[in-house]
């Protein structure tokens, strides 16, 4: 990946971290808090955290050459760039995911995210894109609406 996609990719995820914890702070549904302050902001806090520290530590490498800290500048061990297509693709996904899971629902807006990503990353056969998001999609109904009973967000017009 070039230095500028990688910066790039760096700022817009510490950027959605920082939107993700904003709005887990100030929503209306986060004030509410059970034991030992742990409530429905609990997780999408943990996460954002998560996010804004790996972001963070991604933006910071992004500006440290391979080899600085010995003095060992070997252009040759410098690693090859990767495609800025996937790059792309997981930027546009990122803005879009979550008004797309607002309108859409979790099941179609994951299912076309993930669809996108996969073509965006190479995948350009159907069969493998079909079983990843069948596996994604199935695992996730199990784990959570039928194993712990939380129900995942819903189209609009259901």
């Known amino acids: 990946m ?4 990688d910066r790039a990719f760096a ?3 510490l950027a ?3 939107a993700i914890y904003w709005s887990a702070t100030h929503a209306d549904w986060a004030q509410a808090a059970g034991l030992f302050g742990v409530g429905p902001a609990t997780w999408p806090k943990g996460i954002a955290i998560g996010l804004i520290v790996l972001s963070a530590l ?3 490498a992004s500006f440290v050459r391979p080899g600085s800290a010995d003095g060992d500048t070997d252009p040759a061990a410098e ?3 990767a495609p800025g297509g996937w790059v792309m693709a997981l930027i546009a996904m990122m803005a879009a995911f979550y008004p797309l899971l607002l309108y859409l629902g979790y099941y179609i807006a994951t299912g076309l ?3 996108v990503l996969a073509r965006g ?6 069969l493998p894109i079909v079983v990843l998001l069948v596996c ?3 695992g996730s109904y199990l784990l959570f609406e039928a194993l712990l009973g939380i129900s995942l967000p819903r189209p609009r017009w259901m």
Request: hydrophobic fraction near 55%.
């Open 121 to 126: 990353m190479g995948e350009r056969r159907a």
């Open 136 to 138: 994604v999609l199935g």
């Open 11 to 13: 700022a817009a995820t």
């Open 113 to 115: 995210a993930m669809a």
């Open 2 to 5: 070039s230095l500028t996609l």
């Open 58 to 60: 991604q933006l910071g």
């Open 79 to 81: 690693h090859t760039a």
């Open 16 to 18: 959605m971290g920082a």
